[in-house]
């Protein structure tokens, strides 16, 4: 059976590599919706390649454009806030694929999750500003998530067919980011520029920023909390620079399974899509003799202080991660567009936890409070920076 397919975020990256793989097996998916945030133009030809029933663009100014495209087609077309939610539930949906960036992935990871849709969720921020409350959605729910961050996809595999009981430790790579090597005064003079040079991965800017702070890392090791289950002192993070091995489980008897491949999106995408069936021909093959070594570091929290958010968030739970996220959202664009330093990320959102009211046991009226309250403050904070 086809399986349908809404690709929340398609024209990213992680949604064009997603719009490849469902183009490459069309005996078994078809992308049912499509949704975009602004570039309306790459979403008017994917329509036009994929013929989704209903393809959503977030920015209402351009809806026009999309409607008229689209309408000779007979696709259905939308706009506005609450399209993203109805996409994620609609009937004609099977899996729901979170490759939006930031805080937008929530809301329809809720909706999907309410009307039981399967999640490959692409969208760490979810997990990391709400896993708690996620995971007590889920228990009510027949919703499956299949996680698609290349980690997450790493323990997923090595957590197959083994007794959660009998594990000692979560293990999750990290690439180091593009200034791993370098020292304090030469982060502190970092470029935008600088910071979107990863070194082994093509990825969205947000993302790419995420990994120069590692904050990127600290967010990992909250979904994996929450993914997995799993208390935070099972949880580590090493720095792993080949990007090899995508993440290891460590098991009582002193066993550690990894799982290992060339750094390409495409595998946990075809597996979180294929509900952990093996397809042919998802990536190329990693010749290990190409490689030669692997090598593994420590990673610096002097250097890279958001990596130490992780264990902070975790310890003082409550809405204190749906700050960091907020604050971080903001502060990484102001970063882009050159109006903050690459340290001042960094003491933006650690302000922003000091200037926003701690809430112990969010409901989600809480989480939507928090984002918008964490925001404007990091954006004075922005402000009063310049
Ligand atoms: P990109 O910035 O490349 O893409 C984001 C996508 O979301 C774009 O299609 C964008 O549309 C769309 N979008 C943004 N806001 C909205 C909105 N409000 N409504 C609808 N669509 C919206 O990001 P990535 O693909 O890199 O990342 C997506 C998510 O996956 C992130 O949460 C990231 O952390 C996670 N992830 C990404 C990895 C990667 O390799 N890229 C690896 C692991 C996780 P438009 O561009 O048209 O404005
Ligand atoms: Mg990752």
């Not at 026009?64 to 539930?89: E, F, H, N, V």
């Amino acid at each position: 059976m086809q399986k349908k397919i809404a690709v929340l975020g398609s024209t990213g990256s992680i949604g064009t590599q997603t719009l490849d793989i469902i183009a490459a097996a069309p005996e078994r998916y078809r992308a049912s919706v499509l949704a975009a945030g602004s570039r309306v133009d790459d979403l008017i030809a994917q329509a036009i390649r994929h013929r989704p029933d209903l393809a959503i663009i977030a920015r209402e100014d351009l809806y026009p454009q999309l409607r008229d495209a689209l309408m000779p087609l007979g696709i259905a077309t939308a706009t506005g806030p609450d399209a993203l939610r109805q996409a994620a539930a609609a009937d004609n949906v099977d899996t729901v694929v979170t490759a939006t960036v930031g805080y937008s992935g929530l809301e329809p990871t809720i909706a999907a999750i309410a009307a039981g849709k399967d999640i490959a969720l692409a969208n760490k921020e979810t997990m990391v500003v709400a896993g708690s409350y996620i995971n007590r959605l889920l228990a009510s729910s027949r919703t499956r998530i299949y996680p698609v961050d290349s980690e997450h996809s790493a323990i997923y595999q090595c957590l197959k067919g083994e007794d959660p009981a009998k594990v000692r430790r979560l293990i999750i790579t990290a690439s180091g980011g593009p200034f791993r090597t370098w020292s304090k005064g030469a982060i502190a003079r970092a470029t935008a520029t600088d910071a979107l040079r990863h070194p082994n991965w093509s990825m969205g800017a947000k993302i790419t920023i995420d990994s120069a702070t590692m904050l990127n890392k600290a967010f990992e090791i909250i979904e994996a909390r929450w993914l997995f289950d799993m208390q935070p002192d099972k949880i580590s993070a090493i720095v792993h620079p080949q990007s090899i091995i995508h993440s290891m489980v460590e098991f009582t008897d002193g066993a550690i399974k990894a799982q290992l491949g060339v750094p390409d999106m495409r595998l946990p995408i075809a597996y979180a899509l294929g509900e952990s069936v093996r397809y042919e021909g998802v990536s190329d093959f990693c010749d290990l003799l190409e490689v030669g070594t692997l090598t593994f570091e420590q990673p610096d929290e002097e250097r890279f202080p958001c990596f130490g958010l992780a264990k902070y968030c975790l310890n003082r739970g409550g809405n204190t991660a749906c700050v960091v996220n907020a604050a971080n959202e903001i502060a990484v664009a102001a970063f882009l567009n050159g109006r903050i330093t690459f340290n001042d990320i960094y003491t933006i959102i650690t302000s922003a936890i000091e200037r926003v009211d701690f809430i112990a046991n969010p409901d989600y009226n809480d989480f939507v409070q928090t984002n918008a309250i964490a925001r404007r403050v990091a954006s004075e904070i922005v402000e009063s920076i310049n």
